[in-house]
């Protein structure tokens, strides 16, 4: 991993509201936080319980995400930070929406770092295709409204060329990035306590 400058350091500090960063010891509370909040795993449950449980979703936790992060693990993050988003900023979007569409964003089912895994068309292209992809299959195992669907669908914007059209899409857009910037930055701990289902 490259040694980030002073510069950088600081920027990350400010933008992700992070005390004392630094890149080879970096374990941020930050997720442990939003893991341990009992008000946000409540919300999650609520509004989720059938997706957590569902058997395909449970398949999740077989495909890595970010380091060895999964991406049952890294969903929940994604669900996590947006009820906390939508909270903390006022944003009045409509929880179980938010919940479900966050939890069904990278359901693509399949290990996107293997080329020959079945069901991952665009290896190299995974970025751009997998909204795609989970869409197919989130509408084929759950009825999702139209804000799920473009939750799903929108959530990689601007590597997608149609943004966001609902505030529960801009969360999960939002949430995504700030749960994967914080997943990659704790990989040299590789320390993830999760236990929702």
């Known amino acids: 991993m490259k040694k980030?400058?002073?510069?950088?350091?600081k920027a990350l500090r400010k933008v992700l509201n992070i005390k004392n960063y630094d890149s080879d010891t970096f374990?941020?509370?930050?997720?442990?936080?939003?893991?341990?909040n009992e008000e946000y795993r409540n919300?999650?449950?609520?509004?989720?319980?059938?997706v957590l449980y569902s058997e395909?979703?449970?398949?999740l936790k077989e495909f890595v995400q970010h380091g060895n992060v999964t991406v049952y693990e890294h969903s929940i993050h994604v669900a996590l930070c947006a009820i906390k988003l939508n909270r903390a900023l006022y944003?009045?979007?409509r929880e179980k929406e938010l919940v479900r569409g966050a939890l069904l964003h990278d359901y693509f089912l399949y290990d996107w770092h293997n080329a020959d895994a079945p069901g991952n068309l665009h290896p190299k292209l995974h970025g751009f295709y997998h909204p795609g992809i989970a869409l197919k299959n989130a509408t084929r195992d759950f009825v999702l409204t139209?804000?799920?669907?473009?939750?799903?669908?929108?959530?990689?914007?601007?590597?997608?060329?149609n943004?966001?059209?609902?505030?529960?899409?801009?969360?999960?857009?939002?949430?995504?990035?700030?749960?994967?910037?914080?997943?990659?930055?704790?990989?040299k701990k590789g320390k993830i306590r999760v236990n929702y289902a």
Not at 4 to 9: A, G, I, Q, V
Not at 27 to 36: A, T
Not at 43 to 50: A, F, I, P, Q, R
Not at 56 to 59: A, D, I, M, R
């Open 43 to 50: 919300t999650l449950h609520k509004y989720g319980e059938d």
């Open 27 to 36: 374990d941020p509370q930050i997720l442990n936080d939003l893991e341990e």
């Open 146 to 161: 139209e804000r799920e669907k473009d939750i799903i669908k929108k959530h990689m914007w601007p590597l997608t060329m």
């Open 4 to 9: 980030l400058s002073d510069e950088d350091k």
């Open 91 to 93: 944003v009045n979007g």
């Open 56 to 59: 395909h979703f449970q398949k």
């Open 163 to 187: 943004p966001p059209r609902c505030r529960e899409a801009w969360l999960v857009c939002l949430a995504d990035k700030y749960a994967s910037t914080l997943e990659t930055l704790r990989l």
